[in-house]
């Protein structure tokens, strides 16, 4: 490759920047100094005018609490864009956070964004375009569980197959992978948000108890599993009774959780099996001594990876820290950027990878 000496100094000098771009939570890493932002993806906007009126926990802390005028929300719900023109404004709101804690000025940003690996060519355009006219110069899409392996450590350039199963808010992302590429991805609408509404509706047909999707969120981070507890805990829930209409608290078990949960995580179970029954002889036997690693929020659910080994008889562990693992692979593209770019996402037709 020829010696650009432009591109080398704007890369000396640019503040480049890798994007999780997630259902739940937005991640920025920016080059050289790691993790910078953390924030839910949520926006509150005008509802008459669409305009944005305030991004990320701000957003968040204003859900149920706007004025009849303003509505929060969250663009990337189902993991792909429905709401193009805020998550614009979100992806320029972060990539400005992100410049704007630089002291002196810097160029344009690189920026290195995630995205599902199950999104269509119109999806990937629209995330493309919604990072240039947020001020990038350059943009790079990653696949999202490409970039989870990268940051779980996963040895994604080796020929050894290594398996990736990425559970967020809206989307799992389940990939097997070899030799930098994609062997066999399933991505499913199955996830964290699921589990919540799974928890709303039992709390409300066996208790009459309408609960809010943050309090069975809390629920589930707090006693919800997928494999019985060796202490089994209660918790106290508070919602509105739907037949005397006030408020009421109920103790809720982690057994009773569980069972909620439970048709959600079978459903992810069986996508991952689907995923293995595809793979190559010799590459489940690689994942027999690798084993699968877990990441996303929803890989913290308790007790999973030992619900997972038991069900597929394969050892499974949850990644260092499984929140910032897309965060981090995106970072470590950019640091080494002529070596792994090739892991990133062409946007011309036919140069996708088939899922
Ligand atoms: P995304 O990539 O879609 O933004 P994240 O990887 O940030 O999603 O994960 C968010 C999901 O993880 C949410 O559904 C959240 O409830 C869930 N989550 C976070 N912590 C836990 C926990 N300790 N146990 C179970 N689920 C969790
Ligand atoms: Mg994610």
């Known amino acids: 490759m020829a010696f650009k000496p432009f591109d080398w100094l704007l890369g000396l000098f640019s503040l480049d920047i890798g994007i999780d771009l997630g259902t739940a939570n937005t991640l920025v890493n920016v080059r050289g100094k790691g993790i910078t932002i953390n924030e839910p993806s949520w926006v509150a906007i005008n509802k008459r005018t669409r305009e944005p009126l305030a991004i990320g926990a701000e957003a968040r802390e204003m859900v149920g609490r706007t004025p009849a005028n303003v509505v929060a929300i969250r663009p990337l719900r189902d993991g792909v864009i429905s709401e193009f023109e805020i998550t614009q404004a979100m992806l320029e709101y972060f990539i400005g956070k992100a410049h704007e804690q630089s002291i002196v000025p810097v160029p344009r940003p690189r920026v290195i964004v995630g995205i599902p690996s199950g999104v269509t060519e119109v999806e990937k355009r629209a995330v493309y375009d919604a990072a240039m006219s947020a001020g990038a110069r350059e943009v790079g899409l990653i696949e999202e569980p490409v970039a989870a392996a ?67 969120e809390q629920v589930k981070i707090a006693i919800g599993s997928a494999y019985h507890l060796p202490e089994e805990k209660t918790m106290l829930v508070r919602g509105r009774n739907l037949i005397t209409g006030l408020p009421e608290a109920i103790e809720i078990s982690s057994v009773e959780v569980r069972e909620a949960i439970a048709g959600s995580v079978q459903v992810i179970i069986e996508t991952i099996k689907d995923a293995l029954d595809e793979a190559p002889a010799e590459i489940i036997a690689d994942l027999m001594e690798a084993g699968i690693c877990l990441s996303g929020g929803g890989a913290l659910l308790q007790a999973l990876d030992k619900r997972l080994m038991e069900e597929l008889h394969i050892r499974c562990w949850v990644a260092d820290d499984p929140m910032s693992c897309v965060a981090r692979g995106a970072g470590m593209i950019l640091e080494d950027y002529e070596s792994l770019k090739r892991l990133l996402v062409g946007l011309e037709r036919g140069s996708t990878r088939h899922n």
């Open 150 to 216: 990268l940051g779980a450590g996963l040895p994604v350039n080796d020929v050894r197959g290594s398996m990736i199963v990425d559970i967020g808010g809206g989307t799992s992302e389940v990939a097997i992978l070899s030799m930098g590429g994609v062997v066999i991805s399933r991505s499913l609408r199955v996830a964290g948000d699921e589990m919540d509404q799974d928890i709303v509706q039992y709390v409300r047909n066996k208790y009459n108890l309408l609960i809010g999707e943050r309090m069975a």
